[in-house]
């Protein structure tokens, strides 16, 4: 063994030389495909079996309905049923057109899925050859916690809960169990004077909880609705229904109770804790909450207390339930599992559904207003706090719009699974249902039935407010709508949850001001709108005395909500943007013009005649042929900013364009190696003037311009790619012009921009900044409306610039270096500017590209043409990646891309550190040699993703007008700075740590410092998507944001005004 090896790649290495031929590899190999084929065979069984069942032949079950097929026997549809029931159902519809019954099978059990209205409306009608009380006691086993012992001794009465006897065992008094809880339930959750009670309890409670959040400072901030209502709502309810000391003594949180909740049906299935560990571990930890509280509610409430609502056992439902069960025999463990299943019954459906309402109302501004000055009737008058008596219940709960708002919400939203347990045999839809057998039934499949809820413009699976105020809704039947339940088992607590529902949003929408942010998942990362009850949340702005968080994310998404929506445009069918990025195209050109010089210094190291023309330079020396195009770069570009300020922004490519060409010349030309570095010297002084990228930000459609702005820089890997591929041409030619001939290319991309510059439209953020605002007007409608400068967009667009830039130049006239640090947000950018840069240029990347010929050839690949071959696909495929991630900057957003970018370059440089030491001790081609080319090519993949092209369009955006070409001085400061250190340094440290043996050391400090790149990222990079150039500012700066507050609204009614009077004034003069 090396006596430097470290002793984990010495373990890596041996756990992988001998692991393949442990037995238990072979074991698990069988294993797998033993499990392969058993899912198979089940599958083949049970389609074909569903298919000839689903003809009509009866052979196999008789009239039962046909068996769903299923992949796992024992698991049955369990899998799919708790992952997305409501794709289940679809699913299932699909394959019964007639909405027949079928019978599926959830792990042990094998239940009858009915579907239909008519087919929920005949199981209605036959509620009396139907029981609930099983399914009652399977959920208070499974998912409650009931012990065995209580559960079978509930389980000997099967009266059910009704008033007549259903039993065939003859239960009698007090034996009826179900039927005594029936009763208090209908008591205490269906008297009016009850239900009052309750409401105005909950009222109370829930407003002492939003007076005394700690969110409640001064200042907007955007939270999760959802998680909001989790806490809080869930709470107040808590408090209602079994009094404060649950929360207090049993320390029950709500994230407990939640993740409980959201384990349900995983639990109702009866999986083990293997399988459903966070599931089962959070019953347990509301179950244990639930028995400090029951013991110490016990131990403290009076035995002959007569209250509606004392602080140990809450409600009166509550103590009278605890009363009966004890009288019934259950253990102490067995209530506190019965009231946990309470606790969840008035949590469950209750806050989903007000956060639903309130989803749907902060997404629409306009009926969240309506719904506001509606709430604002049933208030007491003088007063808009939230309170006891600010609510008149009677009058809210009669309110026609909020009803239909929380009708459409239940309708919508609401998939309560009516579950029964079949007391004989019954016929639905020609099939017979076998007793003893569980039926399913769910609502929502006929709470979206075209035939039933669609209007006009309004289909069913769409939430339209004003539905059930249609006439027609007087027409719905019973099986049509049944998010309670119905038959002779319906929620007896859907009143109460009523009226918790409608004042919690009352309070809500009184309390607070809302705006919309988008739509998330319920971890908050960011999502498509959801389709309810698959977990989808609202994230939204929330103004009273919320709490103010200076974050920059906080900021991203408050000015995300404010951004204007355009009319959508696709470039390729519209004449004016086709031409726009027809000069957009040529523009880049002179980006790739940059990736061609950078690619052609490793190029030309391959190349045998180059090498011998300059005399093998190697250390130092090398270096310095590869800096010097950088050290001209940094002689010139403290002059840029001045040109492109004061004569435009095509200015400087002029410059630019005229000086690299008469430096590709003098390269080409050279027949010494210093005539060769003054001519790339040369080279890189006019690369500075190269501001196509900022020209082309600044004239493209606001709808394209992060991805135009992105594939900008990924121009540059055309070049690199052009140089690569071009070398493979040029290597073949015998003597100097085999390299000479591909420097003098580099000549190219500056004569055909220079010969076309003119007619490239002007920046008209510049023609504004200059006051020539007719200039800049015709220049946004020639390109962005065709002509047409009423054009909504182009209005907008024009009147945000010229807004905006008098705003940012209102104290003065031209900005400073100085302008960088006056301000946070300034200070903020300037960071992420010079992050950009080393990450960009200093995360090993610059290793790989210049010096990818040493490293083939310590990685044993040494012929010259393989190594152009292996340079020009690793390049090829940069390119692919670069762009198409670039053209997916806006659907992912820039955050998502640099943390998966910046993660794949630490995975692959840790993995280049491990293989390359293994190489260097045992020099085995095959199995270390040839893998580092692999995570060479990974690392610059894991690059391309962000760090080419959604770098570029970010360090451009996040700067305002004033600043953005003096931020080029500054990125450009750090950039070549950072190049020139590299390409000086790392042929130094790469020869002494390869002499030494340890060239791994060199990737193992890059591997370092690209976790740290990460770490910076994730806690600093501000999310920019969906944003105008001048909207960025709002992200940074804030309410400080120097920026024009319009709403694109008004623009369009401005517009169409602005129309009609035109159209007026020319019938006039007809």
Same mark, same amino acid.
């Given at each position: 063994?090396?006596?430097?090896?470290?002793?984990?790649?010495?373990?890596?290495?041996?756990?992988?030389?001998?692991?393949?031929?442990?037995?238990?590899?072979?074991?698990?190999?069988?294993?797998?495909?033993?499990?392969?084929?058993?899912?198979?065979?089940?599958?083949?069984?049970?389609?074909?079996?569903?298919?000839?069942?689903?003809?009509?032949?009866?052979?196999?079950?008789?009239?039962?309905?046909?068996?769903?097929?299923?992949?796992?026997?024992?698991?049955?549809?369990?899998?799919?049923?708790?992952?997305?029931?409501?794709?289940?159902?679809?699913?299932? =519809?699909?394959?019964?057109? &007639?909405?027949?019954?079928?019978?599926?099978?959830?792990?042990?059990?094998?239940?009858?899925?009915?579907?239909?209205?008519?087919?929920?409306?005949?199981?209605?009608?036959?509620?009396?050859?139907?029981?609930?009380?099983?399914?009652?006691? !399977?959920?208070?086993?499974?998912?409650?916690?009931?012990?065995?012992?209580?559960?079978?001794?509930?389980?000997?009465?099967?009266?059910?809960?009704?008033?007549?006897?259903?039993?065939?065992?003859?239960?009698?008094?007090?034996?009826?169990?179900?039927?005594?809880?029936?009763?208090?339930?209908?008591?205490?959750? $269906?008297?009016?004077?009850?239900?009052?009670?309750?409401?105005?309890?909950?009222?109370?409670?829930?407003?002492?909880?939003?007076?005394?959040?700690?969110?409640?400072?001064?200042?907007?901030?955007?939270?999760?609705?959802?998680?909001?209502?989790?806490?809080?709502?869930?709470?107040?309810?808590?408090?209602?229904?079994?009094?404060?000391?649950?929360?207090?003594?049993?320390?029950?949180?709500?994230?407990?109770?939640?993740? %409980?909740?959201?384990?349900?049906?995983?639990?109702?299935?009866?999986?083990?804790?293997?399988?459903?560990?966070?599931?089962?571990?959070?019953?347990?930890?509301?179950?244990?909450?639930?028995?400090?509280?029951?013991?110490?509610?016990?131990?403290?409430? *009076? *035995?002959?207390?007569?209250?509606?609502?004392?602080?140990?056992?809450?409600?009166?439902?509550?103590?009278?339930?605890?009363?009966?069960?004890?009288?019934?025999?259950?253990?102490?463990?067995?209530?506190? /599992?019965?009231?946990?299943?309470?606790?969840? /019954?008035?949590?469950?459906?209750?806050?989903?559904?007000?956060?639903?309402?309130?989803?749907?109302?902060?997404?629409?501004?306009?009926?969240?207003?309506?719904?506001?000055?509606?709430?604002?009737?049933?208030?007491?008058?003088?007063?808009?706090?939230?309170?006891?008596?600010?609510?008149?219940? &009677?009058?809210?709960?009669? =309110?026609p719009l909020l009803n239909s708002v929380y009708n459409e919400c239940l309708r919508l939203r609401s998939s309560i699974p009516i579950s029964r347990r079949l007391r004989q045999d019954i016929e639905i839809d020609g099939y017979t249902l076998k007793k003893d057998n569980f039926i399913l039934a769910p609502s929502w499949l006929s709470h979206i039935d075209e035939a039933v809820w669609a209007f006009p413009g309004h289909p069913a699976r769409d939430f339209w407010a004003?539905?059930?105020?249609?006439?027609?809704?007087?027409?719905?039947?019973?099986?049509?709508?049944?998010?309670?339940?119905?038959?002779?088992?319906?929620?007896?607590? !859907?009143?109460?949850?009523?009226?918790?529902?409608?004042?919690?949003?009352?309070?809500?929408?009184?309390? @607070?001001?809302?705006?919309?942010?988008?739509?998330?998942?319920?971890?908050?990362?960011?999502?498509?709108?959801?389709?309810?009850?698959?977990?989808?949340?609202?994230?939204?702005?929330?103004?009273?005395?919320?709490?103010?968080?200076?974050?920059?994310?906080?900021?991203?998404?408050?000015?995300?909500?404010?951004?204007?929506?355009?009319?959508?445009?696709?470039?390729?069918?519209? *004449?004016?943007?086709?031409? =726009?990025?027809?000069?957009?195209?040529?523009?880049?050109?002179?980006?790739?013009?940059?990736? @061609?010089?950078?690619?052609?210094?490793?190029?030309?190291?391959?190349?045998?005649?180059?090498?011998?023309?300059?005399?093998?330079?190697?250390?130092?020396?090398?270096?310095?042929?590869?800096?010097?195009?950088?050290?001209?770069?940094?002689?010139?570009?403290?002059?840029?900013?001045?040109?492109?300020?004061?004569?435009?922004?095509?200015?400087?490519?002029?410059?630019?364009?005229?000086?690299?060409?008469? #430096?590709?010349?003098?390269?080409?030309?050279?027949?010494?190696?210093?005539?060769?570095?003054?001519?790339?010297?040369?080279?890189?002084?006019?690369?500075?003037?190269? #501001?196509?990228?900022?020209?082309?930000?600044?004239?493209?459609?606001?709808?394209?311009?992060?991805?135009?702005?992105?594939?900008?820089?990924?121009?540059?890997?055309?070049?690199?790619?052009?140089?690569?591929? +071009?070398?493979?041409?040029?290597?073949?030619?015998?003597?100097?012009?085999?390299?000479?001939?591909?420097?003098?290319?580099?000549?190219?991309?500056?004569?055909?921009?220079?010969?076309?510059?003119?007619?490239?439209?002007?920046?008209?953020?510049? =023609?504004?900044?200059?006051?020539?605002?007719?200039?800049?007007?015709?220049?946004?409608?020639?390109?962005?409306?065709?002509?047409?400068?009423?054009?909504?967009?182009?209005?907008?667009?024009?009147?945000?610039?010229?807004?905006?830039?008098?705003?940012?130049?209102?104290?003065?006239?031209?900005?400073?270096?100085?302008?960088?640090?006056?301000?946070?947000?300034?200070? %903020?950018?300037?960071?992420?500017?010079?992050?950009? /840069?080393?990450?960009?240029?200093?995360?090993?990347?610059?290793?790989?590209?210049?010096?990818?010929?040493?490293?083939?050839?310590?990685?044993?690949?040494?012929?010259?043409?393989?190594?152009?071959?292996?340079?020009?696909?690793?390049?090829?495929?940069?390119?692919?990646?670069?762009?198409?991630?670039?053209?997916?900057?806006?659907?992912?957003?820039?955050?998502?891309?640099?943390?998966?970018?910046?993660?794949?370059?630490?995975?692959?440089?840790?993995?280049?550190?491990?293989?390359?030491?293994?190489?260097?001790?045992?020099?085995?081609?095959?199995?270390?040699?040839?893998?580092?080319?692999?995570?060479?090519?990974?690392?610059?993949?894991?690059?391309?993703?962000?760090?080419?092209?959604?770098?570029?369009?970010?360090?451009?955006?996040?700067?305002?007008?004033?600043?953005?070409?003096?931020?080029?001085?500054?990125?450009?400061?750090?950039?070549?700075?950072?190049?020139?250190?590299?390409?000086? $340094?790392?042929?130094?440290?790469?020869?002494?740590?390869?002499?030494?043996?340890?060239?791994?050391?060199?990737?193992?400090?890059? $591997?370092?410092?690209?976790?740290?790149?990460? +770490?910076?990222? %994730?806690?600093?990079?501000?999310?920019?998507?969906?944003?105008?150039?001048?909207?960025?500012?709002?992200?940074?700066?804030?309410?400080?944001?120097?920026?024009?507050?319009?709403?694109?609204?008004?623009?369009?009614?401005?517009?169409?005004?602005?129309?009609?009077?035109?159209?007026?004034?020319?019938?006039?003069?007809?």
């Amino acid at each position: 063994m090396d006596d430097h090896e470290f002793p984990f790649t010495r373990q890596i290495k041996l756990i992988l030389l001998r692991v393949s031929s442990w037995p238990v590899v072979h074991a698990i190999n069988y294993f797998v495909l033993v499990i392969f084929g058993v899912c198979m065979c089940t599958y083949i069984f049970t389609s074909c079996r569903f298919y000839l069942s689903s003809k009509k032949n009866r052979q196999f079950r008789g009239n039962e309905p046909p068996t769903l097929a299923y992949w796992l026997p024992w698991v049955g549809n369990g899998i799919q049923m708790i992952r997305d029931p409501h794709k289940f159902y679809e699913e299932t =519809l699909a394959k019964r057109p &007639t909405k027949g019954p079928v019978t599926m099978r959830l792990g042990p059990i094998s239940m009858y899925l009915v579907m239909g209205a008519s087919n929920i409306q005949a199981i209605f009608r036959q509620s009396s050859s139907l029981s609930f009380e099983f399914m009652q006691l !399977r959920i208070a086993h499974k998912v409650k916690g009931l012990p065995a012992s209580d559960a079978a001794l509930l389980g000997m009465d099967d009266s059910g809960a009704g008033t007549l006897n259903q039993s065939e065992t003859g239960v009698v008094g007090k034996g009826r169990i179900w039927h005594i809880l029936h009763g208090i339930y209908l008591k205490n959750l $269906t008297e009016r004077s009850a239900v009052d009670f309750l409401t105005a309890k909950f009222v109370f409670e829930f407003s002492e909880q939003l007076k005394t959040c700690p969110e409640g400072a001064s200042a907007p901030v955007v939270v999760g609705l959802y998680d909001f209502l989790q806490t809080y709502q869930f709470a107040a309810s808590t408090i209602t229904l079994v009094g404060p000391r649950i929360l207090q003594k049993g320390s029950l949180e709500a994230k407990t109770f939640w993740d %409980y909740d959201a384990a349900f049906m995983t639990l109702m299935q009866g999986l083990p804790k293997l399988v459903c560990r966070k599931g089962w571990a959070a019953r347990d930890r509301t179950l244990e909450a639930t028995k400090d509280w029951l013991a110490a509610a016990t131990a403290g409430c *009076p *035995p002959d207390s007569d209250a509606d609502w004392e602080e140990n056992f809450g409600h009166r439902l509550v103590r009278e339930r605890n009363a009966a069960l004890v009288d019934y025999g259950i253990s102490f463990e067995g209530r506190a /599992a019965m009231h946990m299943g309470l606790i969840w /019954a008035i949590n469950a459906n209750a806050v989903p559904m007000t956060a639903y309402m309130l989803f749907e109302m902060v997404r629409d501004p306009q009926l969240l207003s309506r719904i506001r000055a509606e709430v604002k009737t049933a208030m007491v008058v003088g007063t808009n706090t939230t309170s006891v008596l600010d609510i008149d219940i &009677t009058k809210l709960a009669a =309110l026609p719009l909020l009803n239909s708002v929380y009708n459409e919400c239940l309708r919508l939203r609401s998939s309560i699974p009516i579950s029964r347990r079949l007391r004989q045999d019954i016929e639905i839809d020609g099939y017979t249902l076998k007793k003893d057998n569980f039926i399913l039934a769910p609502s929502w499949l006929s709470h979206i039935d075209e035939a039933v809820w669609a209007f006009p413009g309004h289909p069913a699976r769409d939430f339209w407010a004003e539905r059930f105020l249609q006439p027609e809704m007087r027409k719905v039947k019973l099986g049509d709508y049944c998010p309670y339940g119905g038959g002779s088992v319906i929620c007896p607590g !859907r009143f109460f949850a009523k009226h918790e529902i409608l004042a919690a949003v009352a309070m809500m929408v009184t309390t @607070f001001d809302m705006k919309f942010v988008r739509w998330s998942r319920l971890d908050g990362s960011p999502a498509d709108r959801g389709p309810g009850m698959e977990g989808a949340e609202c994230r939204g702005v929330m103004t009273r005395n919320i709490f103010n968080r200076n974050a920059k994310h906080v900021q991203a998404q408050v000015a995300q909500s404010e951004a204007p929506e355009f009319a959508p445009v696709t470039w390729w069918k519209d *004449p004016g943007l086709r031409k =726009l990025y027809f000069w957009c195209g040529i523009l880049m050109m002179m980006s790739a013009s940059t990736g @061609f010089d950078a690619k052609l210094m490793n190029t030309s190291q391959v190349m045998d005649q180059w090498q011998s023309s300059f005399n093998h330079p190697a250390g130092g020396r090398l270096g310095l042929i590869v800096a010097i195009l950088d050290v001209g770069s940094l002689s010139s570009f403290w002059m840029v900013p001045y040109f492109a300020d004061k004569y435009g922004r095509k200015m400087p490519i002029i410059i630019g364009c005229v000086i690299e060409t008469i #430096g590709a010349f003098i390269g080409a030309l050279s027949n010494s190696e210093g005539m060769y570095m003054a001519g790339r010297f040369i080279l890189g002084f006019g690369s500075s003037f190269n #501001g196509a990228g900022l020209l082309i930000a600044e004239i493209a459609h606001p709808q394209h311009r992060a991805k135009i702005s992105a594939i900008v820089n990924c121009m540059y890997g055309v070049g690199s790619t052009s140089c690569s591929w +071009l070398a493979l041409a040029t290597i073949r030619i015998m003597g100097d012009w085999s390299w000479r001939s591909l420097t003098v290319l580099q000549a190219f991309p500056g004569i055909l921009v220079l010969s076309l510059i003119y007619w490239i439209p002007e920046s008209p953020r510049w =023609l504004v900044a200059k006051e020539r605002y007719e200039d800049a007007e015709n220049m946004l409608s020639t390109y962005h409306g065709n002509g047409d400068k009423t054009n909504e967009t182009v209005v907008f667009e024009f009147r945000e610039m010229k807004q905006t830039l008098a705003l940012e130049f209102q104290d003065k006239k031209s900005s400073s270096y100085s302008d960088f640090v006056r301000t946070a947000g300034n200070s %903020y950018r300037v960071v992420l500017l010079i992050s950009l /840069a080393m990450v960009s240029q200093y995360s090993g990347t610059n290793l790989f590209s210049n010096y990818a010929n040493k490293i083939y050839e310590g990685a044993g690949i040494r012929d010259q043409t393989n190594k152009v071959l292996l340079s020009g696909g690793q390049t090829l495929l940069s390119l692919v990646v670069s762009v198409s991630f670039s053209l997916c900057i806006d659907r992912f957003g820039r955050r998502p891309l640099f943390l998966t970018a910046t993660t794949g370059m630490v995975l692959m440089y840790m993995g280049w550190t491990i293989i390359s030491s293994q190489f260097e001790r045992t020099h085995d081609l095959a199995r270390f040699g040839y893998p580092q080319i692999a995570f060479i090519w990974l690392f610059s993949l894991s690059y391309q993703i962000a760090w080419t092209g959604v770098m570029a369009a970010y360090a451009l955006e996040i700067m305002p007008y004033s600043l953005r070409a003096k931020a080029g001085v500054i990125s450009t400061i750090f950039v070549k700075g950072l190049i020139v250190l590299g390409s000086y $340094t790392n042929p130094i440290a790469w020869d002494n740590f390869t002499a030494a043996g340890h060239a791994w050391t060199l990737a193992m400090f890059y $591997t370092i410092l690209d976790f740290c790149y990460l +770490l910076f990222v %994730y806690f600093f990079y501000p999310e920019t998507k969906n944003l105008t150039l001048e909207e960025v500012a709002k992200v940074f700066d804030g309410d400080e944001a120097k920026v024009a507050r319009l709403d694109m609204e008004d623009v369009k009614n401005q517009v169409e005004e602005q129309k009609k009077r035109q159209s007026h004034v020319e019938v006039i003069a007809l």
